[in-house]
């Protein structure tokens, strides 16, 4: 476990890292050291990531909400701030967006209680995303005259264009299951089985082939960022047919064919049938 003045990066044997951000006395709020604190376990998640050293990241946070945005005195420090001081600053946390959003390993978010401003950017960034029922979004930045904006590519990625519209302007509290409709959360439990769901989901996610799962993440952030393109169609079309003469793909196909779980999976981390069809039938794309 590494430990800092504001965050806990644990890593357990089977490759899941878990980040927690820990100022629960001030509602684990933002501020310049947590950033860089976070960011500097980012790196190295990157790093043990690429060497198959971690399998997944869950994103958390201790006490009652997960995250207050923006901590109060930092903002009172901001206000003497210049604008090149305030533009270094602004760079720090959207390198930390950029840092969680491209991790090539999954990440999966546990959200409790309040996720407020930068927080709800945290949210946009991870794969997954699991919230409690109790709780709540905002993007409340424009309440005290200032805008979203290092989040916004983000967020408005999750949501969609119209409804960051409505929620980056008006700054509207947005309940759970709200957040569920819109995008920004993929499920929804009370706060008793919220960790139940989580090791739920963390099975599900060490079943599969760590090294698909990389190629996959970066495949998708392509196709979401150039789509229709010939060389995006080559990409694709490259992707499948490189895991197909893989190590880890010629053991998935065997496993498949001999019914046995694959060499990357423990027993008790397959959620349902090995390879996740109901019909048992070959995946071809």
Known sequence: ?????????????????????????????????????????????HALAERDEVRLVVLASGGKHFSAGADLHWMKRMVDYGFDDNLKDSRELARLMQQLDGLPCPTLC??????????????????????????????????IGLSP??????????????????YALTAEVIDATTAQSLGLVHEVTDGETLDAHIGQMIDRLLAASPQAQRATKALLARVDGDPDSDATVDATCRTISE???????????????????????????????????????????
């Open 149 to 166: 904006a290092v989040i916004s590519p983000y967020v408005q990625r999750a949501i969609g264009p119209r409804q960051m519209r409505r």
């Open 243 to 285: 895991l197909r003469v893989s190590r880890e793909g010629q053991e998935g196909l065997a496993a498949f064919f001999d019914k046995r779980p694959p060499a990357w999976q423990r027993t008790g981390d397959a959620n349902g049938d090995q390879d996740g069809n109901p019909d048992n039938k070959e995946s071809r794309s």
């Open 110 to 143: 546990r959200i409790q209680g309040a996720a407020y401003g930068g927080a709800v950017g945290l949210a946009a960034c991870c794969d997954l995303v699991i919230a409690s029922d109790k709780a709540t979004f905002c993007l409340s930045e424009v309440r």
């Open 1 to 45: 476990m590494t430990t800092s003045n504001h965050s806990r990066l644990e890593i357990d044997d089977r490759g899941v890292a878990r980040l927690m951000l820990d100022r629960p006395e001030v509602h684990n709020a933002f501020d310049d050291a947590l950033i860089k604190e976070l960011n500097a376990h980012l790196e190295r998640l």
